[in-house]
């Protein structure tokens, strides 16, 4: 592709998976964000909770000031609490529905023109009656949304059968949740991923084409699953060029033809397209994301 990347896309960085250590809302998050307000390279930048009143001040001004679009990941909210808004428990489902809208709120106070979250474990045995809790869920969170703003409501695709083990999951259910909230709620949407493609065990073309009329927000990562004995196997957004990856300079390529076929990449609103890379063992955080630039230009001069 001639054309600048920056004409079809708003590129991002999904930071608290960047800097993991910033993940549950502490640690260096002032300082790590005003890296990636620093690197002209990313138009928009995914953030999750911040617990200090102050340091979240801080990043809204500073974000406002480096002109970035904003968006917030609820994921950290359930993955490291270990609450799940399919819970067929009906108390376990509304402390899970507590902390997103609390997550909502501050998605808000922060500027984010998107919120992001994702479904819970389930059993074979009760998945429609996790499918429901979902839908009951989704539903609530996207009406507490309305009733604050226009914020854009998405749930992010991951794998149902290999780390995070979540409901949505395989594009056939993902295509019926979305159509069925997409139904009393436009503002909601799919985030897919390619990282989780290959945990999905879908072609790129077999995990987007069925919900192309409701993606809303795209994530390009890697991740390892030929064995689960290989270092970073599961959904731990290795770099690219990780030893026994799924996901290289080709594989961007593939998604990327994808992405403009269906109209996800345009130039009349660009949408976002962000990284979801981690650094692995005692890899620098600065160079996996150096690395996951280059990739893209690659790609995107291959497209």
């Known amino acids: 592709m001639q054309d600048s990347l920056v004409k079809y896309m708003k590129v991002g960085l999904v930071h608290f998976m ?36 102050e340091a979240r001040q801080k990043v809204k001004q500073m974000l406002e000031t480096a002109h970035m679009t904003v968006t917030y990941g609820a994921q950290p909210r359930l993955l490291t609490t270990g609450l799940n808004i399919n819970d067929l428990n009906e108390e376990g489902r ?52 309305k009733s604050k703003g226009g ?47 290959p945990l999905i065990h879908e072609t790129i073309e077999e995990s987007l084409l069925p919900v192309k009329d409701y993606i809303v927000h795209a994530h390009i990562g890697n991740c390892v699953v030929k064995s689960p004995d290989l270092p970073a196997y599961g959904d731990v957004h290795p ?10 300079v ?11 076929d269906i109209g996800y ?8 397209v962000s990284f979801e890379i981690k650094p692995f063992g005692d890899e620098d955080a600065d160079i996996v994301i150096a690395n996951a630039k280059r990739t893209l230009n690659e790609a995107w001069a291959r497209v």
């Open 265 to 272: 990449l345009n130039t009349e609103n660009p949408p976002i």
């Open 151 to 197: 914020m854009r409501i998405s749930l992010e695709v991951f794998d149902y059968d290999v780390d995070k083990k979540s409901l949505i999951g395989p594009a056939d259910l993902a295509l019926r949740y979305a159509k069925e909230i997409r139904e009393e709620h436009d503002h909601f949407g799919l985030m897919v991923d390619l990282s989780h493609i």
């Open 94 to 145: 509304q402390k899970a529905l507590a902390n997103l809208k609390e997550g909502i709120d501050e998605a808000y106070e922060v500027g984010a023109v998107a919120f992001a979250f994702l479904s819970g474990r389930y059993e074979e045995a009760t998945k429609e009656e996790s499918y429901q809790a979902l839908v009951k869920s989704t539903k609530e969170i996207c009406a507490y949304a």
């Open 18 to 53: 960047a800097y993991p250590s910033t993940l549950k809302g502490e640690g260096p998050v002032v300082e790590t964000i005003k890296k990636v307000a620093l690197d002209e390279y990313f138009t928009a930048i995914e953030i999750t909770t911040i617990k200090d009143n």
């Open 239 to 248: 770099r690219f060029g990780f030893p026994n990856g799924e996901n290289d």
């Open 250 to 260: 080709q594989e961007v390529v593939d998604y990327l033809k994808v992405l403009l």
